[in-house]
């Protein structure tokens, strides 16, 4: 049974940074691309970064790039999300999200997903920014 448990999240200020984990099991971690999804009540689910199997090539929406880094630890089955200089608009739930090929499915910057768009996921960690 697939699991993915999500980890880090909290109240942190702008300008702060907080690393985001997400632990798998269930399957053959380094067999799959995984991708960091978030969710506000506003917009829904936006889909955020995505790496391959060997951290070959990693993809991320344009709000994000150059602040957040998607990495991954295969023989530990953990994915990581690490967020820098975090805006309010960063506030929401971030969910951890399993892909079903070596390499991440394509997404557009900004694309709003809906649930099926992945084979698994987490439960999310909250994340929120405010003064």
């Known amino acids: 049974q697939v699991q993915l448990v999500e980890s880090g999240g909290g109240l942190v200020q702008p300008g702060g940074s907080l690393r985001l984990s997400c632990v798998a099991s269930?399957?053959?971690?380094?067999?799959?691309?995984m991708s960091w999804v978030r969710q506000t009540p506003g917009k829904g689910l936006e889909w955020v970064a995505s790496i391959d199997n060997r951290s070959s090539k990693t993809y991320y929406t344009d709000s994000v790039k150059g602040r957040f880094t998607v990495s991954r630890d295969n023989p530990n089955n953990m994915l990581y999300l690490q967020m820098n200089n975090l805006k309010p608009e960063d506030a929401a739930r971030y969910y951890c999200?399993?892909?079903?090929?070596?390499?991440?499915?394509?997404?557009?910057?900004?694309?709003?997903?809906?649930?099926?768009?992945?084979?698994?996921w987490g439960q999310g960690t909250q994340v929120s920014v405010a003064a």
């Open positions: 269930g399957f053959t971690f380094g067999d799959y691309a």
């Open positions: 999200a399993q892909d079903r090929y070596l390499v991440p499915r394509p997404r557009h910057s900004g694309q709003i997903l809906t649930w099926d768009a992945y084979d698994s």
